[in-house]
């Protein structure tokens, strides 16, 4: 692999989800489309922020990227092999490559086993890749790695705080040195305090370690604090990606304007200039998305070209941007006005 290749590719993933039958003969079953259509690349060392609000497949998303879901279509390539299509030794090898760190530390963690445990369970699993002898000091090294006492190594998850488990959990992702962590929502529950936290030992682990993120969250300010490139999830499709400074100084999507626009600003000379963008109405359903455009039946800018032609994902050759809309926000170079 060249120095510009990605370790991650994600081409065209895809995932339906079988919804109700209908009670009317000859009608098909619904289906949920949770991910329809996503693909971006993740370089070596890179984090790659993607946001979006509730429901717009963001987790399905980390969950086929690390292979605790299956696509429907598409693929999730590390260092050019489709992780989905490999079977046996060479599955288990690939996907101990690119691991996950989970939202919830209080449900992430298994409550019967100490933390000693929780972090040997992967040698468990793959037993060819550390002799047992060498495991305790693994254990004991990984815990100071992401700032916790290996004292405290024989207590069980209930005995620390929400922060404490979550470090716990990156340990685990840890443990088997990947090259790639998927991050989904992994400091939404905790406090805002604690957040800042758990987002540096990120961003120093990275230095170290020469990771890349896959960085999945709501919150645009931790999102922007983290990421090298953004992408702006809506209904299962990506409606804008490019670098961090673009999307978030010159928004080329409305969707991504909108949601920049509700961010509270400090300072009051910017708050000023800024134009609120409130979105009304909840986004439609997966199961019958809009024709065209899926954003345009909130978007202050649609026209009877947006209910008939699909936007793509077209890029901005100047700015490494790419959006999917067919009347976007004009370029700018200072914060983003919508």
Not at 207 to 232: N, P
């Amino acid at each position: 692999m060249t120095a510009s290749e990605p370790v991650l590719s994600v081409e065209n993933l895809t995932r339906h989800f079988a919804g109700r039958r209908s009670v009317l003969p000859g009608r098909p079953a619904t289906a949920v489309r949770a991910v329809d259509g996503v693909s971006f690349e993740l370089h070596a060392g890179e984090t790659l922020g993607i946001v979006g609000e509730s429901g717009c497949g963001k987790s399905t998303l980390a969950r086929m990227i690390v292979g605790l879901e299956t696509p429907t279509s598409g693929a999730v390539r590390f260092r050019g092999t489709d992780v989905h299509s490999v079977r046996g030794r060479q599955a288990r090898d690939l996907r101990r490559r690119v691991q996950i760190v989970l939202q919830d530390p209080y449900t992430s963690l298994n409550p019967r086993r100490t933390v000693r445990e929780l972090l040997r369970q992967p040698f468990e699993i793959h037993r060819d890749l550390l002799p047992r002898k060498q495991q305790a000091a693994r254990v004991a090294e990984l815990v100071e790695l992401v700032g916790l006492d290996p004292d405290h190594l024989d207590r069980y998850p209930f005995q620390f705080s929400g922060g404490q488990r979550q470090r716990i959990g990156i340990a685990r992702a840890l443990a088997l040195s990947p090259d790639v962590i998927v991050c989904d929502e992994p400091v939404s529950a905790l406090d805002v305090s604690i957040q800042a936290q758990v987002v540096n030992l990120f961003q120093r682990l990275q230095r170290e370690l020469g990771l890349a993120y896959v960085f999945i969250a709501h919150d645009l300010s931790v999102v922007r604090h983290i990421s090298d490139r953004v992408g702006v999830m809506y209904l299962g499709k990506l409606a804008e990606l490019g670098s961090r400074r673009d999307v978030y100084d010159s928004p080329r999507h409305p969707y991504t304007s909108a949601l920049l626009s509700a961010v509270p600003m400090p300072d009051p000379k910017v708050r000023g200039r800024r134009t609120r963008r409130l979105l009304e109405g909840d986004p439609p359903s997966p199961v019958d998305p809009p024709s065209g455009c899926r954003f345009r039946t909130r978007c202050w800018k649609a026209t009877d070209e947006c209910a008939t032609v699909e936007p793509l994902l077209a890029g901005d050759d100047r700015h490494r941007q790419a959006f999917a809309c067919h009347h976007p926000m004009p370029s700018t170079n200072g914060p983003a006005t919508a």
